[in-house]
Each structure stands twice: as structure tokens, then as C-alpha cells.
């Protein structure tokens, strides 16, 4: 198994529309939970983090984490054109020096 | 500069040769990770090294892959004897260690295709 699993997709979605992105982990020592934005030929770049069990809110974007079920994702409403890129899940444990990041999800807003 | 920059952006390369990538971390960031990402696949790590420790090499996939530190500032990874499974994208992060603080910041990665 996996220590991380993201269906990779792509996800193709019309302008204004909710979108969910998912991650599931094995790795109970996880403690910190994050989600990375990468557009086309550029490096990720850190969206949002969480630690902690329950939903944190920045705008449009909502990262929700569900430890006892080892989930974590990534609610975007009012979807535009501007969030088309790839969205990786990442996790981070004190005792560890590196990111373990998910495949990424390739995701196509369109007008 | 404000943010990490790697050279250079894309390497085109003949198995069988070696390669040398380069990245220059934000100043001040003495954490410095490499990580290579495949096409539909996460990101891989590589190596990280960290001020003046031994650096954590645990992700070099095979013993053609090396990376070095100068000064604590750039770093260079070095790919011999290129393999065309090699091709990838590599990816640099830096970061300054402190309390609550493991924000990495990446910086635009090197495409590297060997034929």
C-alpha cells in the first residue's frame, strides 16, 4: 500500500462549480497536513496547511482533515479558470526531515 | 534574488552522460531539499541537507545520483552515466527551519529528457 494515495485524474469542471480533491494516507505519525498548487512548467507552491482534525477556511478554498479516517481534502468554490493546475496533497511528521507528497491532481476549469 | 531559481531549465541529454543541475536557495534558508517528480507521479525526494549536518541521502535511487552544498548556499546534483529513466523533472525547496515552520518554497525545476 500506498503511503499516500491521489487519483490523479484530470478533472475537467465548468466555471463556478465546487470542487473536491481528495487524498487518503497510511501514516499515522503524519501531523501536519498541506495541499501545494502547481501550475504548468512552475514549482509547487504552499496553498494551505493544516494540523489539526476539522476545517480550515482561506477564501474560497477549504482544507479538511479527517484523521480517524486518514483523509484529508481540498474544497474550491466558485471554481475559475485561474485554478486550473495540479494540486498535490502533502504530509509532513515531526520526526522526519521531507514532505511526502500525492501524485497530484490535474485539475481544467473551464469557461 | 526572492526566490529559488535552478538552472538550467531544461537539459537535454545523451545516456550515458553526466548532467549537473544547480540550484541557488533564498538567502538566509539553510535547509535546501532536492526532489524529482515523473510524469503522473508525486514528488520524489532526493536529498536534504541542513546547515553543516551530514546530509539525509536516503532518496538517491542509485549510487549515479550525488549532491553537494558549497557554503551552506548553492547546491549542485549531479547525474552520471544518464539513463533515460532519469528523465523527470527536478525540483529544488528550501526553507528556514524554526519553530512551526517547514513552508518549503520550490523553485521552477530543471526538465531533463536523456534520449
Known amino acids: 500500500q500506498k503511503e499516500v494515495e491521489q487519483d490523479p485524474g484530470p478533472l475537467s469542471v465548468p466555471e463556478g462549480a465546487i470542487v473536491s480533491l481528495n487524498c487518503t494516507y497510511s501514516n499515522s505519525a503524519f501531523q501536519y497536513f498541506m495541499w501545494y498548487r502547481q501550475y504548468s512548467r512552475k514549482g509547487p507552491e504552499l496553498l494551505m496547511y493544516?494540523?489539526?482534525?476539522g476545517n480550515k477556511e482561506d477564501g474560497r478554498f477549504t482544507a479538511q482533515v479527517d484523521k480517524s479516517s486518514k483523509y484529508i481534502s481540498l474544497f474550491i468554490r466558485d471554481s475559475q479558470p485561474s485554478d486550473s493546475a495540479t494540486y498535490l496533497c502533502?504530509?509532513?511528521?515531526?520526526?522526519?526531515?521531507?514532505?511526502?507528497f500525492g501524485a497530484g491532481t490535474r485539475l481544467a476549469v473551464h469557461p | 534574488g526572492a526566490g529559488v531559481s535552478q538552472s538550467p531549465s531544461n537539459k537535454v541529454t545523451e545516456k550515458g552522460k553526466d548532467v549537473e543541475l544547480r540550484c541557488d536557495p533564498i538567502?538566509?534558508?539553510?535547509?535546501l531539499y532536492w526532489y524529482r517528480q515523473s510524469l503522473g507521479q508525486g514528488l520524489e525526494f532526493l536529498i536534504y541537507?541542513?546547515?553543516?549536518?551530514?546530509?539525509?541521502k536516503s532518496g538517491l535511487p542509485s549510487d549515479r545520483f550525488s549532491a553537494e552544498r558549497t557554503g551552506g548556499s548553492v547546491s549542485t546534483l549531479t547525474i552520471q552515466r544518464t539513463q533515460q529513466e532519469d528523465s523527470a523533472v527536478y525540483l529544488c525547496?528550501?526553507?528556514?527551519?524554526?519553530?512551526?515552520?517547514?513552508?518549503?518554497?520550490f523553485g521552477p525545476g530543471t526538465r531533463l529528457l536523456v534520449l
Open positions: 502533502a504530509f509532513f511528521s515531526g520526526g522526519y526531515n521531507k514532505l511526502i
Open positions: 493544516t494540523y489539526s482534525s
Open positions: 538567502s538566509g534558508h539553510t535547509a
Open positions: 525547496a528550501t526553507h528556514r527551519p524554526g519553530p512551526g515552520s517547514w513552508t518549503q518554497y
Open positions: 541537507f541542513q546547515g553543516n549536518s551530514a546530509p539525509d
